[in-house]
Every structure is written in C-alpha cells, then in structure tokens.
C-alpha cells in the first residue's frame, strides 16, 4: 500500500475518499508503465528537503541525494512562495545539472503545501505526476502551485 493509500484509507466521509482515490488511481495506473524518474528536492539553501518524499514517489519519482544526477529538480521550502523562490533560485543553480541542461528545474508553492491534509497532498501528487512526466498528465495547477523555471 501506498503512503497516500493509506492516507485516504483513513478519511471518514465517503464521497471524498472516492474521489481522491480515483485520483490516486489514474496516477497510479499510468506510471506504473512508465520508469521511474530521479529527482531532488531543494529548498533555497541548496539542502535537501524531503517534504514530499511519500508524494514523490507515489507519483514515479525516485528521491536522488544529489542535484548532479537527478534528472528533475523541484524547489520547496514551506514558509516560500513561488514569487519569493523566483528570486533565490538563479543563484543556486549549477549549469552542469541536467536538470538545468534539460530545462527541468520546478518551482512548487510551499505556502500552499503548510496543510497537509489528504486533499492538499493529493494535489500536490498530481502536480509532481505532471512535472515529473509532461505531456502525459495536465491537471491545470501550473502557475497556481507551480511553475516551471526556465533555465535558459
């Protein structure tokens, strides 16, 4: 069973277990052909931040301890917004990162990430599903809980 698995197991009212299961589900059901993608979570000190390491991996990433050789960096820190985050993060950036070769570097709202209940973290399972494979899922939520940051 999963982390969310669990999580949404434990909701009372019946209609909203569904439907984040539902959610859950269709993730799920389509990275399961997919592989897995390693990345790292950064917050603006460079540090490792494993907030969303359950979410992360319900949603086919693989935690990675270094930026180097993650192919996908996502930025967090709770107390940030997207807006406070854009202006940090070009100055932590290495150019060698393939993330940063690759364009796949991720801002995420850590101020929308401070309630952590299961509606929250389904949605943010589903924005890491589309960082973590564009193209393949659109839920609508960049530029609200997240963006991506270009590199170049």
Known sequence: MSFLNAIINGIKEGELREELQDRLDIIQHKIKFMDAVPLVCLDTHNQLNYALEGVALDAGGIFHPFADGARV????????????????????????????????????????????????LVTALEDLAEMLYPGYFVFGNEGI????????
């Open 73 to 120: 960096v996502i930025y967090l820190q709770k107390d940030k917004t997207i807006a406070e985050l854009m202006a940090a993060v070009p100055a932590l950036l290495e150019p060698e990162w393939p993330a940063v070769t690759y364009n796949r570097v991720y801002l995420m709202d850590g101020a929308a990430l401070a309630d952590e209940d299961p509606l929250t």
């Open 145 to 152: 809980n997240w963006i991506s940051f270009k590199t170049q």
